[in-house]
C-alpha cells in the first residue's frame, strides 16, 4: 500500500513537472517577444538598412537575414548590437551593411531562440527610378484612432505596391506614451516589417519627450546636430538626395541645422533635391499664426532658395496644402514647391481664414483641401466653404521619379464607405514637376558634422535669431491680422 502510495505522488510530481513547462516558456516567451519592429533607412540605400525593436525584458540582440529564403547573415556585416532600457522596456537595435542593391529580403529578429514574425525590404537598385508614399500627423491615443491611420497607408501601398519606402512626417502618436506606442504598433506593426520607413520626427514626438523619437528607429545620426528631441539626417536613393529636418531643435530649426542643411543640399550630385520635415512653413492651418511657422518661411527658405531644393514635404497643420514654385517668397518657376500633406488620422484642422494674405498670400497657393466643421472642403480659389463629402478622410500621397520627371498624385480614403461597402478614394491633387538631369555639381566636401561643443555655442545666437524674427517680422504681421482673427473668432468662433 505503501508503494502504491509513493507511485501515486511520483505520479503527481510528474504531471505538475510537465504542466509546468509550457506555463515557464510561455512567460519566457512573453518577455522576449519580439515589438515595435521596424527597418528604417540607415546609410547607403543599395547596400545597408538599420532595425529597432522592443522587447519586455533584456535579452540577446539578433537577427536573420535571407535571401530567396536562404540565411545569408554570415556575408553581411552588423553594427555591434544595442539594448538599453528604454521607459521600462528594452529597445533594441542593429544595423546591418553588405546588401546587394536591388534585391529583395526578408528577416526575423530576436534573441537567437524566440523571433519575430518575417519581414521584408527592397534594397535600392540605383537606378533613376524611384516611388515613395507620405503620410503624417496619425497622433492618435486609441486603437480605433491608430486602425483609421492604419488603413490609410495600407491602401497607399495597394495602390502603390511598389514604393520604395514610406515617409511618415511626424506625430506618430498623441501623447508619445508606452501605451500609445503599443496600439501603434498593433495597427502599424505588419507594415512596419514591409517597407523600409524614412521618419521624420515630430513635435509628439520629440518636443519635451526626450530621447523617445531616437530610440523608436534606428537611424544614422552621424550628422545629426543633437538627438534629444529627433534626428536631422540625409540619403541617396535613386537619382534623388533626402535631406530629413528635426523641426524640434530649439522650437523650431537651429543655426546648427540651417547650416547642416545648407551643406547638404550643396555636396549632391543627384538630380532631385527633396525635404521632408514635421512643421510646415506655408499653412493656413491652426499653427500657422506662430513664431515658429514664420521662421521657417523666412530662414529656412532662404537655405533651400540657396540649395535650389526642388520640393519640400511637411506635416503638422492637418490639412492639405501645395504652394506654386516659390523662390525669396514669392512665385518663381525656378523655385521650391512646398506640400503640407495633409493628416493620415482623424484630427483634422478646419483653414483659419483669417491668416490668408497675411502669413500666406493666396496667391502662393497651387491646391488646398480645407477642414471646416468636420468637413474637408476643396477650396477652388475664391470660395472658402465649397464642400465635397468623398473629402472627409485620411490623406495620402504616391510620388514617383523618373529621371528628369517627378509625378505627385494626393489622395483621401473617405472614412465613410459607398452603399456597397467599398472604400472610396479620391485624388484631391496631382503634380508634375520636369527638370533637366546632370546639372547638379557638388559644391561642398567638407565633412558635414556639429559637435556638441559647437551646437552649444550655437544655442543663443539661434534663439537671437528667432528672437529678430518674432519681434520685428512676426509681432507686426500679427498685429495687423488681429482684427481679422477676432472678426473670425466671433462669427466662426475659429481661432
Not at 249 to 268: F, M, Y
Request: aromatic share 12%.
Amino acid at each position: 500500500m505503501k508503494s502504491l502510495h509513493n507511485a501515486f505522488l511520483s505520479l503527481l510530481l510528474c504531471l505538475a513537472l510537465v504542466l509546468s513547462v509550457p506555463t515557464f516558456s510561455f512567460a519566457q516567451d512573453e518577455d522576449c517577444a519580439v515589438s515595435r519592429l521596424s527597418v528604417c533607412v540607415n546609410g547607403d540605400t543599395a547596400a545597408s538598412r538599420g532595425f529597432c525593436w522592443y522587447t519586455k525584458s533584456k535579452t540577446d540582440t539578433a537577427l536573420k537575414i535571407f535571401k530567396n529564403g536562404e540565411d545569408v547573415s554570415s556575408s553581411l556585416s552588423f553594427s555591434a548590437p544595442v539594448c538599453k532600457n528604454q521607459n521600462g522596456l528594452f529597445m533594441h537595435k542593429l544595423t546591418v551593411s553588405g546588401l546587394e542593391k536591388g534585391t529583395e529580403y526578408t528577416y526575423i529578429a530576436g534573441n537567437g531562440s524566440v523571433w519575430s514574425e518575417e519581414g521584408s525590404f527592397r534594397t535600392d537598385d540605383a537606378d533613376s527610378r524611384l516611388s515613395f508614399i507620405t503620410v503624417s500627423d496619425v497622433q492618435a491615443s486609441s486603437e480605433d484612432g491608430f486602425a483609421k491611420g492604419a488603413a490609410v497607408l495600407k491602401k497607399a501601398l495597394e495602390q502603390n505596391p511598389d514604393a520604395d519606402f514610406v515617409a511618415n512626417l511626424g506625430d506618430f502618436t498623441n501623447d508619445c506614451t508606452n501605451e500609445e506606442w503599443n496600439l501603434y504598433d498593433r495597427a502599424f506593426g505588419s507594415i512596419n516589417r514591409s517597407v523600409t520607413l524614412v521618419p521624420v520626427a515630430g513635435n509628439h514626438d520629440g518636443l519635451g519627450k526626450w530621447n523617445w523619437f531616437n530610440n523608436m528607429f534606428n537611424l544614422d545620426t552621424s550628422e545629426s546636430v543633437q538627438t534629444l528631441n529627433g534626428v536631422n539626417y540625409s540619403f541617396d536613393y535613386g537619382n534623388a538626395h533626402f535631406s530629413v529636418l528635426n523641426t524640434n531643435d530649439l522650437l523650431c530649426v537651429s543655426n546648427a541645422q540651417l547650416s547642416w542643411l545648407k551643406n547638404d543640399l550643396a555636396s549632391t550630385d543627384r538630380d532631385w533635391k527633396i525635404v521632408f520635415m514635421h512643421k510646415s512653413p506655408y499653412t493656413l492651418g491652426k499653427d500657422g499664426k506662430w513664431p515658429d511657422a514664420l521662421y521657417l518661411q523666412q530662414a529656412l527658405a532662404k537655405v533651400l532658395d540657396e540649395g535650389n531644393a526642388d520640393i519640400v514635404f511637411s506635416g503638422h497643420d492637418h490639412l492639405y496644402l501645395r504652394t506654386k514654385k516659390l523662390r525669396d517668397n514669392k512665385p518663381d518657376e525656378s523655385g521650391t514647391t512646398y506640400v503640407l500633406s495633409g493628416t493620415a488620422g482623424s484630427k483634422r484642422y478646419q483653414i483659419r481664414t483669417f491668416l490668408a494674405d497675411y502669413f500666406l498670400d493666396t496667391s502662393f497657393i497651387g491646391a488646398l483641401t480645407v477642414q471646416k466643421e468636420g468637413w474637408a472642403n476643396y477650396w477652388n480659389g475664391a470660395d472658402w466653404n465649397s464642400t465635397k463629402e468623398t473629402n472627409i478622410g485620411g490623406c495620402f500621397s504616391n510620388i514617383t521619379i523618373e529621371n528628369g520627371t517627378l509625378n505627385l498624385d494626393a489622395y483621401i480614403l473617405a472614412d465613410e464607405k459607398d452603399e456597397n461597402g467599398k472604400d472610396v478614394v479620391t485624388k484631391i491633387d496631382s503634380l508634375t514637376l520636369k527638370k533637366d538631369t546632370g546639372k547638379n555639381v557638388p559644391s561642398c566636401e567638407k565633412a558635414n558634422k556639429t559637435d556638441a561643443l559647437d551646437y552649444a555655442i550655437g544655442v543663443v545666437p539661434s534663439f537671437l535669431s528667432l528672437a529678430e524674427y518674432t519681434f520685428f517680422t512676426w509681432l507686426p504681421t500679427f498685429l495687423r491680422m488681429l482684427p481679422e482673427l477676432l472678426r473670425v473668432y466671433i462669427s466662426e468662433g475659429t481661432f
